[in-house]
């Protein structure tokens, strides 16, 4: 029983559930910063994003998820990480919307990948979502600079999860998080922009630190709970843009 309960537990910080970092990262004591996170509708292209708040098409859309508020969690943490929980189980109030229909990419310049053998039949769950998070990793082979320590106009690059829970089974959106896991290495990484004292940009796009593909993410999920391994359903068009101002 409690090798299997370590098992899981291994699986779930990897997977994205927990603020899971690469072994060997050297803790830090920065301070952390409380953040407010608006999911934007547009991205930096203009693109309608695929990732949006449960307000996207309200009369005052992208309304802002905020540290401490309605079980919001959003901060940059002491380790200079991003995490993001929108919703804690004591509150169901904060939904984020995923929208799985492109894809393959839907752009014929970037890579085609079928969802493979044994992958779940879609649709996938495209709607209104609990238990979403948001969190970044990085190895020591790629230079990282605590987000709250960016200078003001500087860009980096990190993996980034974007995960939800649904019907006991853990969701993630792999955008370059961890290279362990199936093709993540065709995915785009999540880029970091500081815009000024107060206020990042988080997104998928074109960079110099993200020459390959723009927008694409591999989704993957796995049983909380029981028996079962890691599914990968295939490579998605996600577009999607964070931005965090602090509180």
């Known amino acids: 029983m409690k090798r299997n309960f370590l098992l899981m537990l291994s699986l779930m910080l990897c997977f994205g559930f927990a603020a899971a970092r690469a072994s060997?990262?050297?803790?830090?004591?920065?301070p952390p910063v409380p953040l407010k996170v608006t999911i934007q509708n547009f991205d930096s292209t203009g693109t309608f994003c695929r990732i949006r708040s449960d307000c996207w098409?309200?009369?005052?859309?992208?309304?802002?998820?905020i540290d401490g508020v309605d079980g919001v969690s959003a901060s940059f943490d002491e380790s200079g990480n991003l995490n993001i929980s929108f919703q804690d189980k004591r509150h169901k109030t904060r939904l984020v919307y995923f929208d799985y229909g492109d894809p393959n990419t839907g752009d014929p310049s970037q890579v085609f990948m079928a969802p493979p053998p044994g992958a779940h039949v879609p649709p996938y769950p495209t709607g209104f979502q609990n238990e979403a998070n948001v969190i970044n990793h990085h190895t020591d082979t790629v230079p990282f600079t605590p987000l709250q320590n960016m200078s003001v106009g500087a860009v980096q690059c990190v993996g980034l999860a974007v995960t939800f829970q649904l019907n006991g089974r853990g969701w993630r959106n792999n955008f370059h998080y961890m290279q362990n896991f199936p093709n993540s290495s065709l995915t785009a990484y999540?880029?970091?922009t500081r815009l000024d004292a107060n206020t990042w940009e988080v997104e998928p796009k074109a960079s110099a630190c993200n020459p390959g593909v723009a927008?694409?993410?591999?989704?993957?999920?796995?049983?909380?709970?029981?028996?079962?391994?890691?599914?990968?359903?295939?490579?998605?068009?996600?577009?999607?843009?964070l931005t965090l101002v602090k509180r």
């Open 57 to 65: 098409n309200a009369p005052i859309p992208n309304c802002p998820y």
């Open 24 to 30: 060997g990262q050297k803790p830090s004591s920065l």
């Open 215 to 241: 927008t694409v993410a591999e989704l993957n999920d796995i049983p909380l709970s029981g028996p079962g391994g890691l599914t990968n359903n295939g490579m998605y068009y996600m577009p999607f843009k």
């Open 190 to 192: 999540g880029v970091v």
